[in-house]
């Protein structure tokens, strides 16, 4: 076909409009998110003392460092659904979980422990935990690369590597609500390791799913 | 040079105004610039510059499916190089080669190329073939045989509407059987 036809052809074309890109990644994920918690309630539940729980101010932190992963990636993986965006000036908000995770393990060295070091680092529930985040993301993690296959990312490992972070991140906050370790010592050691897992995870899928 | 730029982002704000006439007026516009890094592309990666009209249509293409990922309070040149320069290095790639593809290829471009003779390319004709029947005589109609989406949809018994839907469907596939090659 010669390019001209072509171009009359797309120009005729001209009236279709697409979603963008972040209406199409929210409405994923808000299907995929029930489909997630439906998966912990029916396997580990929620914790029964979560009542009590809320007044442990390391248990409520173990929210605020999830989500702190969670939102920039969702910012940052939208971004970078753009072909001329670049991590440069974003990538930065990726360490914010970091430093909360550190200002609370300073919080907790400070007070007194009933429980040594190393104790409160394995915990109870890191076997579970290296198995639970991953799969409460799986659903979420298809959802972000369906989101992220309607736009034109330039790296498509990248994008896949953040839509895992962000599904970790997702996963890891409804985790929280069922894992009785409110140590930072063990969300830095567990959790972290279950997020490098689904980001490379992601990072595969996405060099496969998320070329234009 | 600027000037030409911004009459890129002038254009597509235009289209996506649902002003047919300026989107036709800039991918016409911006298809030398493409031919010609394409053409740079090949000779610089030791192939034939005659498979450059295959990747002119495929960064077509792609512009067009993607177009709703510019950012309409940007310039239209970053993002349309950017789209370009992912679709060179998938083409060179794809025909084995290792590949430096700088961005200044496509900003370089004066404007002093041989205007816009048409050129005729094997790929998107050849997958043509391929697509299911009702896409397949729509783009025939509107693509080969330059009837109008009206005329088509009366030739075809369709509705407007339909024409539309299955347009636009053909080339969406169109782009997916490009990328799967």
């Known amino acids: 076909m010669d390019t001209d036809r072509l171009i009359r052809t797309l120009a005729?074309?001209?009236?279709?409009?697409?979603?963008?890109?972040?209406?199409?990644?929210?409405?994923?994920?808000?299907?995929?998110?029930?489909?997630?918690?439906?998966?912990?309630?029916?396997?580990?539940?929620?914790?029964?003392?979560?009542?009590?729980?809320?007044?442990?101010?390391?248990?409520?932190l173990k929210f605020v460092v999830t989500l702190a992963l969670a939102v920039p990636a969702i910012a940052i993986s939208l971004h970078l659904s753009r072909p001329e965006a670049s991590l440069r000036g974003r990538g930065w908000w990726l360490l914010l979980p970091v430093g909360i995770l550190a200002l609370g393990i300073s919080g907790e060295m400070m007070l007194p422990q009933r429980l040594p070091m190393m104790t409160r680092l394995v915990g109870n529930n890191?076997?579970?935990?290296?198995?639970?985040?991953?799969?409460?993301?799986?659903?979420?993690l298809a959802a972000a690369l369906f989101g992220l296959r309607h736009g034109a990312p330039a790296r498509p490992a990248l994008?896949?590597?953040?839509?895992?972070?962000?599904?970790?991140?997702?996963?890891?906050?409804?985790?929280?609500?069922?894992?009785?370790?409110?140590?930072?010592?063990?969300?830095?050691?567990?959790?972290?390791?279950?997020?490098?897992?689904?980001?490379?995870?992601?990072?595969?899928?996405?060099?496969?799913?998320?070329?234009? | 040079m600027r000037g030409r730029e911004d009459e890129w982002t002038d254009l597509m704000r235009s289209a996506n105004a649902g002003d047919g006439v300026a989107y036709h007026r800039l991918l016409k516009s911006v298809t030398p610039v493409l031919r010609a890094a394409a053409r740079r592309g090949l000779a610089r990666a030791g192939q034939a510059v005659d498979q450059a009209e295959d990747i002119v249509q495929d960064i077509l293409l792609a512009v067009h499916l993607k177009r709703h990922t510019w950012d309409a309070e940007a310039p239209f040149a970053p993002w349309l190089f950017a789209i370009a320069r992912n679709k060179l290095i998938d083409a060179l790639r794809r025909r084995g080669r290792r590949v430096f593809v700088n961005i200044d290829d496509f900003a370089e471009t004066i404007a002093g190329e041989?205007?816009?003779?048409?050129?005729?390319?094997?790929?998107?004709?050849?997958?043509?073939?391929?697509?299911?029947?009702?896409?397949?005589?729509?783009?025939?109609?509107?693509?080969?045989?330059?009837t109008s989406i009206k005329e088509t949809a009366t030739k075809l018994s369709m509705s407007e509407g339909a024409v539309r839907v299955a347009l636009h469907r053909a080339l969406s596939s169109l782009a997916a059987k490009l990328r799967k090659e």
């Not at chain 1, 890191?126 to 979420?140: E, H």
């Not at chain 1, 929280?176 to 689904?198: E, K, R």
């Not at chain 2, 205007?115 to 693509?143: C, D, F, K």
């Open chain 1, 12 to 60: 005729a074309d001209n009236d279709s409009r697409a979603r963008p890109v972040g209406a199409v990644l929210a409405t994923a994920l808000l299907v995929a998110l029930p489909v997630s918690a439906a998966m912990l309630l029916a396997t580990l539940g929620i914790r029964q003392d979560v009542m009590t729980a809320m007044h442990n101010p390391f248990f409520d």
């Open chain 1, 126 to 140: 890191s076997r579970v935990c290296l198995v639970a985040i991953p799969a409460f993301s799986l659903p979420l």
């Open chain 2, 114 to 146: 041989p205007a816009a003779e048409t050129v005729s390319a094997g790929e998107v004709a050849m997958h043509l073939e391929g697509l299911p029947a009702r896409q397949r005589e729509v783009l025939q109609s509107i693509a080969v045989d330059s």
């Open chain 1, 159 to 212: 994008a896949g590597a953040l839509a895992g972070m962000l599904s970790a991140g997702l996963a890891a906050t409804m985790y929280a609500a069922h894992c009785n370790d409110d140590s930072p010592l063990f969300v830095a050691t567990w959790y972290t390791l279950a997020t490098a897992l689904v980001t490379a995870i992601g990072a595969l899928a996405g060099a496969k799913l998320l070329r234009f």
